[in-house]
Structures are given as C-alpha cells and as structure tokens.
C-alpha cells in the first residue's frame, strides 16, 4: 500500500512537471493571452510628428513617462491612457493638443530621466506627467540601464572567512533549494501560493512584497537614494523652464481589496514629491472600494485593463487641466468625467502641490 501511495505521488509529479513545462512552451493551458506590443519611441511615427508639429501657443504640449501600466499592457491602442487623455482634454478645452506618449514597458526612474532628457529639447512640453510605480527603484538605477535586479535589496550580511557548522547547514539547505528550483512544477506552485498569500494580505518576512511594503522607500535603501537623484534632476528642469510637472503614483490593482497595506509607503512618495514641486495624484483615489477583478488585467496582474484606463485617463485629465489650466480647475471633474455614468463614474482626483515650487538641488 505505501509502495502504491509512492509510485502514485512520483507519477503525479512526474506528469505535473511535464504539463507545466508544456504550458511554459505552448501557453496551451492558459485562459487568456495578452499580446505584447513593441514601444520604441525613438522609431515611431509619433515621435517625429510631436517633435516638429507647429507651436500652437493656445495648444498644451504633453510629455508622459511610464512604464508598462501607463503604456497599456494587453489594452487596445484606441482604449490606452494616451488616447483617452488627449481626446478628453480636446473635448473639455475646447482645442487640440500634442501629447507625446514616452512610456516604455519596464522603464524604472532612470529610463524615464533619460526619455525625458532626450526629448524635452525638442518637443517643448508645457506639461510633463511621469507615472512612479512602486517598484520603480529595483534594477539597476545606473545611467547604463541595465536591467539587473538589484540584489542589495535582500540585506544579506556579509559572512566570515571561516567555515562553521551552521555555514555547511545553510551550503546543503541552499543545494537543495537549488535542486527544487530546477523542477518548474514546484516553482508555478510556489509562485501561486506566494500571490495568493499576498492577495490575502499575507506579507511574510523576507519576501520581494514585505521589502516593497517596509523598504524600497526607506532613506537608506540604495535605489532610492539614486532614483531621487534622476527625480530631482526631472524636478530641476522643469521648474527652469517653467514645466508643470504631475507625478501619477500607478495603483496596484489586484490589491485593491487590502491597499491599506500601501499606506506607509504612499505617504512617503506622496512626501517627497510634494517636497520637490511636483503635483501629485495617487492613482488609486478612484478605485477605492472597488473590486480589482474590474479593473485589473488578471487575478494575479496588476495591469490596468481597458476599464482601468478609463479611469486613469479622466484622473489624468483633471489633473493636468487643474494644472495647466487654473482657471477651469473648478470644473476639471466635469470636464473630464467619463460619458457614460455608473460605476467608473470619477471623482476629483487627489491632488496635493508644493508650498513652495522651488525643487532641492
């Protein structure tokens, strides 16, 4: 009976690992596809067209950074931010305007501070919005851009020369962490245990989610320090040239059930933008009691879907007329609410400025 009970447990694993390592190939098994598209900027059309469109003096100019959840991962181009926004503000001001859409699926702050570096030249923005998402202090913050990960976030302490009894435990345990990674069946389990603890509210110690949660934006957390530096020089330049500069905190949106969890560090990105002149709008403000099955690409993707971007554009919209535009800040959420009411109807979006316009050095 327990030979029985083995061989069938050693079957199962066996054809677990097989049907897993299939469906890594084939994505045969998976319920739905998102479509990947390509966005360099530098080559497309676009690019061109807003760098030498005439200078409408009546006409806002607009420069979005990001990455992929402001990009419109799996979104049809027609239904992405950028499509909304320039079409709302053309509706609500009466007048077209130029938005250069910059953002580039896994941009961290130091892609966005060259995007940014590499066109504000040319096509004169009188309004720049950057999308910061929580994770956009991993990976190599370097001007080189790579897209390492950084490893200084797993705080490992460094070890003595000399080799003891617990070292050869923690060589062994690591071997045969090692071992059990190599089988992608209980690797896919693992995963989908750690994002349904995670979607619970579950934050263990130690993991990538706890360290986002307590010290991606700690002060002495490294890249932090340099993202800082590449937000402060995008701060710098917008405020000598008189650039009015939105800062767009990207929702996490499968966590919408349990964003509590995100107080902390919102309030420390919410700090030091309005530290350094910039508007901030927390992206999440509108979706607050919702459920992220609407609004959220996938049970376990965060992406925006299209609903999402529906309500980010009209978010963005009010922003960037609140801004650009003062004297119809009053009416912003008008503006640019959504046609159709229910249950994306928006709500002014949360908008905090700066006492003082004038960034640190």
Known sequence: ?????????????CVGEAVVRFDERTLFLRSSRVEDIGNDYKERPETWLAR?????????????????????????????????????????LGRSNYLF?????GNNTSQNRQAFESYVDSF????????????????DQSRSHSRAIDETRLDVPSQEATTTTKDRVAATVATIRDMLG??????????????????????IPGTEFEHLLNRSHASDYPGWIESQKHLAAIARICHDRGIALIVYLVPDL????????FNGVDQSIAKYFVEIGA?????????????????????????????????MSSQLCAAVIA???????????????????????????????????????
């Open 101 to 105: 859409d910059l953002t580039r699926p």
């Open 52 to 92: 030498t469109s005439p200078r409408n003096p009546a006409s806002l100019r607009i420069m979005l950074l990001g990455d992929s959840k402001l990009y419109g991962y799996g979104v049809r181009p027609e239904s992405r931010v950028t499509t909304q926004v320039a079409a709302r503000l053309e509706r609500g």
């Open 323 to 361: 801004t650009a535009d003062p004297a119809r800040g009053s009416q912003a959420g008008r503006l640019c609410s959504n046609d159709a009411p229910g249950r994306n109807t928006i709500r002014s979006p949360a908008v905090r400025t700066a006492s003082s316009p004038d960034p640190p050095l």
């Open 1 to 13: 009976m327990l030979r029985r009970g083995l061989l069938f447990l050693i079957l199962l694993a």
């Open 124 to 139: 004169m923005p009188s309004v720049v919005i950057l999308a910061y998402d929580h994770n956009d202090v991993y990976g």
């Open 254 to 261: 499968e966590m919408l059930p349990r964003y509590a969890l």
């Open 279 to 311: 508007t901030f709008v927390n992206g999440v403000e509108p979706f607050r009691a919702q459920a992220g099955r609407d609004f959220a690409l996938s049970r376990y993707d965060g992406h925006p879907n299209e609903a999402a971007h529906l309500v």
């Open 182 to 203: 190599r089988s992608h069946m209980l690797s896919f389990v693992l995963v989908k245990l750690n994002m349904e603890l995670k979607l619970a509210g579950v934050v």
